[in-house]
């Protein structure tokens, strides 16, 4: 043969062998996506696979998202069972080709996986394993033959997005600690040090038919047992059954993920087995392989945890599609924290295959009206409808980010009918100029967890219309620039006089003269000033507003999921970088700096998910492992190290550079891999002098605002291909207190 390619896609997932070896170490095959619209095949060049003589190819499969629990939505959204569609095309010399596809010649049967769910866990036999059940000698006779389909008829698609790999593998922190409660049972408790997402690697020895039961949590109780009761009704938990070979077995699950940073081994008392040591249980991470392109240090510790945790929040809940959590009956592409976090995935990792395929999930998930739903996927037992205000607007704002982070405009030409769509929907369903007129019973979330409200809600104290109808005015000015950027001058015009039309509603409803908003919470402040909603005449006042509300509250935020991203920029962009600062260092409760110092290791869902002082918080909803807060991340690389872009030459082809050192920070520095090259930023104080150095890759240019503190001799310095050092002296004091 000269060549062998293989074709291959499920209706649940698939792992897939040829003559005893995996064609691929890519997780969770085929992915997710609308599995009544769409599918992903994968194609593997199988060349080195195949032998002279006979050749067997197999595949096991798993329920996945297609029948698996979705959500808190039963088993079987998408159908009853999985499915698998392969095609083995092999080429010879003389230039014909063989070309075998499953048929109802293919036989199966059951073998060791007795369950395997996402939310759930696994269930592995090791005795019931087929010894060779895809290598040649493969006695097949009490196989049963398959059962064939009809085509669905759905859209078959190459992967768009990189696939779920494993990504690491670590050892726990310290020898997991035996906690035996009965002498029927004795169970270890191990500790990775970081919650992760991903699941474990088990090598122990016991007898046969001795089953190991694997739990997963991501904290522990104060007596040392795992705390699983915000997983709501995921159970997470794996089984294996020993074969009792003589040395030790070796079992990773593979069609099951769990968030968890410890993990509990249970044992029968009585079974023998060998010594439960750290080697006995590793963790491996997965995630999408969305290769990390970014850096943020400075010298506080505390923040580089800070980064930290945004960082691993990224990780997890970017598996496929991105996640509001990784751990409970969720797990869900929620629109809105995929929304609020995009700007700072970009500086972390490489999301744009990412978030390409996701943004065709969108226009899959699309309704016939335009709005875009709530979470997507969007399968039918949880289907939501309008997402409303910060969650739909995400087709409008993802694709948009990735534009200016990659500079690549086919998506926005891609889906710019999708868009559309979804703008007129906005358009028609407008009252009194307003999105979510009070009078009509529009879907919000309004400002998601936001401590403003009155305590009983969860969408926060700032009114839905003025949310609504700020969002629709930003959506507005990105699709001007959308429909400019395709060359589309009239649909320019009219989403401009869209635009204007909103914000005129906007100051008629909601701003008096003099700047104040009607709704007096921090986050009404942050949504007019940072989508540019005010008069420029009324902005210093309204933003004296916002930093008396700030100052009177402690120098701490009251924000949610839509006003906290807002927080940290719009001080800056006003010229409060120092107000920003004190936010960010604040370690009281509600801070980011706050749930570090309570030991966390990701994002919380809340600020207060867990408390030294009062323990955890409310089960029904606590996540620790949610990253829409982690949207300051986006403020560390732009202002504390001075990474920016500048939107009118995207993908870093010119770069802004504004670093604003204050906070008493002495260093801070980021890096970035743009599709330049590596563009970096870095400062360091000494004595009163401002030490810059920043780096732009080739064919980049850049331009160096030094900080308002610094005395330099222009305002800033263009900057071309190379390494720049400037040394200014600078007043790098605090002024917060005004
Ligand atoms: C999710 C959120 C999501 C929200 C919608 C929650 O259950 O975990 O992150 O955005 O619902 O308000």
Redesign the pocket.
Known sequence: IVRARLYATALGLYKCQLNGRAVTDDIFRPGWTDYTKRVQYQAYDVTDLLRTGENVIGAALGDGWHCGFLGSAPRQQYGDRPRFLATLVIEHPDGDETTLVTDERWRYRFGPVLEADLLMGETYDARREIRGWSSPGLDESDWVKVLTFEDPGIDRVSSASPPVRRIEERVAVAEPIERTGNKKQRHWIFDFGQNLVGRTRLRLKASAGTTARLRFAEMLQDNGTLYTANLRSARATDFYTFRGDDQPEVWEPCFTFHGFRYAEILIEGSAEHSAVTREALTAVVLHSDTPGIGTFECSDPLVNQLQSNIRWGQKGNFLEVPT??PQRD?R?G????AQVFIRTACFNADVAGFFTKWQQDLADAQGDAGWYP?IVPNPVGLALGDGGPA?ADAGIICPWTIYECYGDSRLLERHYDSMSRFMGYLDRTRAEGLRCHPDKSYHS?GD?LSLDGPGTT??GGTARDLIGTGYLARCAEIMTKVAKILKRPEDAKRFAALRNEVIESFNREFVTPGGRISEDTQTAYLVALGFDLLPEAVRPAAFDRLIGKLRRNGWRLSTG?VGTPLLCPVLTRFGRTDVAYKLLLQQGYPSWLYTVLQGATTMW?RWNSYTKEHGFGDVG?N?FN?Y?YGAVGQWLYATVAGINLDPERPGYKHAILRPEPGGGLTHAKATLETPYGVLSSAWQIESNTMHYKATLPPNATGTFYPPPNAKADRDHYELNSGTHEFSLPINAEQRVSQ
């Open positions: 509001d959590c969720e869900l929620w629109t809105g924290d709530a969650w979330f998601w969860l969408s999921f869902e909803m996540s949610h829409a």
